[in-house]
């Protein structure tokens, strides 16, 4: 039986998405954190086995990627959009091989 543990630190400055400077076309800094342990060797009916659990985003960092202000310097349309990066995430994973 073996076992691996992985972790990835992933930093972004903070950024403008728009030479525009106003509070909905920027992203401030964030760190994002994944971690994986992966257990594998195990004989199962002839084959091998591994089994992985994974956490994305382990802190639940809330972070914008993309934003845009439409309303600007008195744009016609009054309205702002964002997209925000993924929640924190999990799972376990089974390998099988034979």
Same mark, same amino acid.
Do not use: Q
């Given at each position: 039986?073996?076992?691996?543990?992985?972790?990835?630190?992933?930093?972004?400055?903070?950024?403008?998405?728009?030479?525009?400077?106003?509070?909905?076309?920027?992203?401030?800094?964030?760190?994002?954190?994944?971690?994986?342990?992966?257990?594998?060797?195990?004989?199962?009916?002839? &084959?091998?086995?591994?089994?992985?659990?994974?956490?994305?985003? +382990?802190?639940?960092?809330?972070? $914008?990627? @993309? !934003? *845009? %202000? /439409? &309303?600007?310097?008195?744009?016609?349309?009054?309205?702002?959009? +964002?997209?925000?990066?993924?929640? $924190?995430? @999990? !799972? *376990? %994973? /089974?390998?099988?091989?034979?």
């Amino acid at each position: 039986m073996d076992m691996t543990a992985h972790g990835n630190l992933s930093y972004s400055d903070a950024y403008t998405f728009n030479p525009v400077r106003d509070i909905y076309a920027n992203a401030d800094a964030y760190l994002l954190t994944d971690a994986r342990l992966d257990i594998g060797g195990f004989r199962v009916a002839g &084959g091998e086995a591994k089994i992985s659990c994974w956490v994305r985003n +382990a802190f639940d960092e809330e972070y $914008r990627e @993309w !934003g *845009v %202000d /439409f &309303g600007v310097d008195g744009g016609a349309i009054p309205m702002a959009a +964002a997209t925000f990066g993924n929640p $924190r995430s @999990w !799972g *376990v %994973d /089974f390998v099988y091989s034979y």
